[in-house]
C-alpha cells in the first residue's frame, strides 16, 4: 500500500541554491564600456586576458569539484549499504484520516506510548503512557510534543521549547535535555543515534542513551537515506544539478558522491544500489563507489517509485492505473499489473500484495499473475499485512476482515460498535498490531482499544483525551 507519510524525510521543500541567479543582472560593471564594440589596446587585451586566466583557474578550483558531472570515491572499500525499503511486514504507524487526530503510538516493555495531535502541520500534541496488558494509564505529559519515538529501549521527544528530551518509560520524568537551535526538527532516527536538521541543513547527530553529541557539520544538505554505517545527503545546487553524497554514520565524513542531473524527491536503496527520483521525473540508477550510472528512465508525471525489493524495482504509474516491475539491474520490465486504483501494499519473498478500490489482489513476484484477490463491500479499504494475515479495514464503516496470506481464507470479522448495547458501527482506524494484539483509534471518544486476535475479544479501552 502506497503510504503518502512514506515520505517521512521527502515532503519538505528542498533549499535552492541557484548558481545562476539574478544577482548580476541590472548591474554596470566596470569596462563595460571598453567592451562594446571598441577596439582594445595591446595591454589592454593582456591585462584583460590575464585577468579571465585568473578568474577561470579560481573558478575551477573554487566550483569544480561541484559542478562537475562527475562522482568520486574518496577512499577505497567504501562500506556497503542496505536496503531500509520494502520491509516485510507494513505497519500502519498513524491514524491520519479526516476528523481523527493524529495518533502515533510505539511500543516499549509493557507499555504501549501513544501521543495525539490536532491534525495540522507542526502542531504540538500529548503523550499517555499506557499499560499494554490493562489499558491503565501509567502517566501522560504536558500538549507540548512535537514528535517522539522510540530505539533502543529508550524514549524521546521534541519538544515546543526547541529541546530534545530523553524521557523514562517508567514515570515520564526528564532524563536529558538538548536545547536545539530555533527551527530544527527529528529527521531520522537510527542504531542508536538521533538525526536532527534545521533550516540551514546543518545535521546534529545525538545519542539517544544520554543526549550526548556524537557529531555536527554545517549546511550538509537534506538527509534522504541510512544504510549499513552510512548516511545518505543531498546538496541542491540548482534545478538541474545536486549533489549526493555518502557520509560515515559514525562521524560525519564523506565517503563517496555523485552528482545528479536532477533535484531527488524521493531515495531508495536495495543492497549497494541506490535509486532517486527527481522532480524532473527522471529516475537515475548508480551502483556506490561507482562513476557512471547503471541505467535511467524517464518516468510520466505523477508516477511513483512505491517500493525497491530484492533487485525489483516497483513502479505506482500516474493515476495509479498500472504497476510496472522491472529489473533493479538492467531496467529491463519484468512484468505488470493493471487496474485502476491500485497500490503496492508489500512485496513478500514469492508474492505481491496490491491494494484495490474494493479489495486486495495477490500476485506472483516472479511473473505478476493472479494467485487470488479479495473483494469486499467495506467502504475505502485499508489493506495491512502482518505476521500472514492480511487485514482489510474499513475507517468509514468501523469494520476489520482478516484474510490468510497465502489462501486468501476469511479468517475473522469485526465490526467496532460504540458498546455492546449499541448495535451501530462506529468509524474506527487501526493504528498497531502487535504480540497478538490489535489496537484501534475509535473515533466518537477518541479512545484507544486492544482486540485479542484470532478471538477478536475486547482486552480493554482506554479514553485519550486530555486530563487536568
Same mark, same amino acid.
Given at each position: 500500500m502506497h503510504n503518502d507519510e512514506e515520505q517521512d524525510l521527502f515532503d519538505d521543500e528542498f533549499e535552492i541554491m541557484d548558481l545562476e541567479g539574478e544577482e548580476g543582472k541590472g548591474r554596470v560593471w566596470p569596462w563595460s564600456h571598453v567592451l562594446q564594440g571598441q577596439r582594445f589596446s595591446r595591454r589592454l587585451s593582456r591585462y584583460l586576458l590575464f585577468?579571465?586566466?585568473?578568474?577561470?583557474?579560481?573558478?575551477?578550483?573554487?566550483?569544480?569539484?561541484?559542478?562537475?558531472?562527475?562522482?568520486?570515491?574518496?577512499?577505497?572499500?567504501?562500506?556497503?549499504?542496505?536496503?531500509?525499503?520494502?520491509?516485510?511486514?507494513?505497519?500502519?504507524?498513524?491514524?491520519?484520516?479526516?476528523?481523527?487526530?493524529?495518533?502515533?503510538? *510505539? !511500543?516499549? +516493555?509493557?507499555?504501549?506510548?501513544?501521543? #495525539?495531535? =490536532?491534525? $495540522?502541520?507542526?502542531?504540538?500534541?500529548?503523550?499517555?503512557?499506557?499499560?499494554?496488558?490493562?489499558?491503565?494509564?501509567?502517566w501522560e505529559s504536558q500538549p507540548t510534543i512535537l514528535a517522539m519515538g522510540v530505539e533502543d529501549g529508550k524514549l524521546w521527544v521534541q519538544e515546543t521549547d526547541n529541546s530534545l528530551n530523553g524521557i523514562s518509560e517508567r514515570d515520564g520524568s526528564l532524563v536529558w535535555k538538548r536545547d536545539l537551535p530555533a527551527g530544527s526538527i527529528v529527521v531520522g532516527v537510527r542504531d542508536g543515534l538521533i538525526y536532527v536538521q534545521n533550516s540551514r541543513l546543518d545535521l546534529a547527530v545525538?545519542?539517544?542513551?544520554?543526549?550526548?553529541?556524537?557529531?555536527?557539520?554545517?549546511?550538509?544538505?537534506?538527509?534522504?537515506?541510512?544504510?549499513?554505517?552510512?548516511?545518505?545527503?543531498?546538496?541542491?545546487?540548482?534545478?538541474?544539478?545536486?549533489?549526493?553524497?555518502?557520509?560515515? *554514520? !559514525?562521524? +560525519?565524513?564523506?565517503?563517496?558522491?555523485? #552528482?545528479? =542531473?536532477? $533535484?531527488?524527491?524521493?531515495?531508495?536503496?536495495?543492497?549497494?544500489?541506490?535509486?532517486?527520483?527527481?522532480?524532473?521525473?527522471?529516475?537515475?540508477?548508480?551502483?556506490?563507489?561507482?562513476?557512471?550510472?547503471?541505467?535511467?528512465?524517464?518516468?510520466?508525471?505523477?508516477?511513483?517509485?512505491?517500493?525497491?525489493?530484492?533487485?525489483?524495482?516497483?513502479?505506482?504509474?500516474?493515476?495509479?492505473?498500472?504497476?510496472?516491475?522491472?529489473?533493479?539491474?538492467?531496467?529491463?520490465?519484468?512484468?505488470?499489473?493493471?487496474?485502476?486504483?491500485?497500490?503496492?501494499?508489500?512485496?513478500?519473498?514469492d508474492r505481491t500484495y496490491v491494494q484495490l478500490p474494493q479489495g486486495v489482489a495477490v500476485l506472483s513476484t516472479r511473473n505478476g499473475q493472479m494467485i487470488w484477490s479479495y473483494g469486499t463491500s467495506i467502504t475505502q479499504p485499508e489493506i495491512q499485512l502482518h505476521n500472514n494475515i492480511v487485514y482489510a479495514s474499513s475507517i468509514q464503516d468501523g469494520v476489520i476482515n482478516a484474510m490468510d496470506a497465502r489462501s486468501g481464507q476469511l479468517l475473522w470479522h469485526y465490526a467496532v460498535f460504540s458498546t455492546n448495547n449499541k448495535p451501530a458501527s462506529q468509524p474506527a482506524s487501526v493504528v498497531r498490531i502487535e504480540d497478538s494484539v490489535l489496537y484501534l483509534v475509535v473515533k466518537n471518544n477518541l479512545s484507544l482499544r486492544a482486540l485479542s486476535i484470532p478471538q477478536t475479544a475486547q482486552l480493554w479501552q482506554t479514553p485519550l483525551t486530555y486530563h487536568e
Open positions: 585577468l579571465t586566466l585568473l578568474v577561470a583557474v579560481i573558478g575551477l578550483v573554487v566550483l569544480g569539484p561541484n559542478l562537475a558531472f562527475v562522482s568520486r570515491q574518496l577512499f577505497a572499500g567504501a562500506p556497503t549499504p542496505v536496503s531500509t525499503v520494502g520491509a516485510v511486514d507494513k505497519e500502519q504507524p498513524a491514524a491520519d484520516v479526516p476528523g481523527f487526530s493524529m495518533v502515533t503510538t *510505539a !511500543s516499549l +516493555g509493557d507499555l504501549i506510548i501513544v501521543r #495525539t495531535a =490536532p491534525q $495540522v502541520q507542526n502542531a504540538a500534541g500529548r503523550i499517555v503512557a499506557l499499560s499494554r496488558t490493562t489499558g491503565q494509564m501509567r545525538y545519542h539517544i542513551a544520554d543526549g550526548s553529541l556524537q557529531w555536527k557539520a554545517a549546511t550538509v544538505g537534506r538527509l534522504m537515506q541510512f544504510g549499513a554505517g552510512m548516511v545518505y545527503v543531498v546538496h541542491v545546487y540548482s534545478r538541474a544539478v545536486s549533489i549526493l553524497q555518502a557520509l560515515h *554514520a !559514525s562521524d +560525519g565524513k564523506i565517503v563517496w558522491q555523485y #552528482t545528479l =542531473p536532477l $533535484v531527488p524527491q524521493s531515495l531508495a536503496m536495495d543492497k549497494d544500489i541506490v535509486y532517486i527520483s527527481g522532480m524532473n521525473n527522471l529516475l537515475v540508477v548508480v551502483r556506490v563507489g561507482t562513476e557512471q550510472p547503471l541505467w535511467q528512465l524517464q518516468l510520466r508525471p505523477g508516477d511513483i517509485v512505491a517500493q525497491v525489493v530484492a533487485g525489483r524495482v516497483y513502479l505506482e504509474l500516474a493515476g495509479h492505473e498500472r504497476l510496472d516491475v522491472l529489473d533493479g539491474r538492467t531496467g529491463a520490465p519484468a512484468w505488470n499489473f493493471q487496474q485502476t486504483g491500485l497500490a503496492l501494499v508489500s512485496v513478500q519473498q
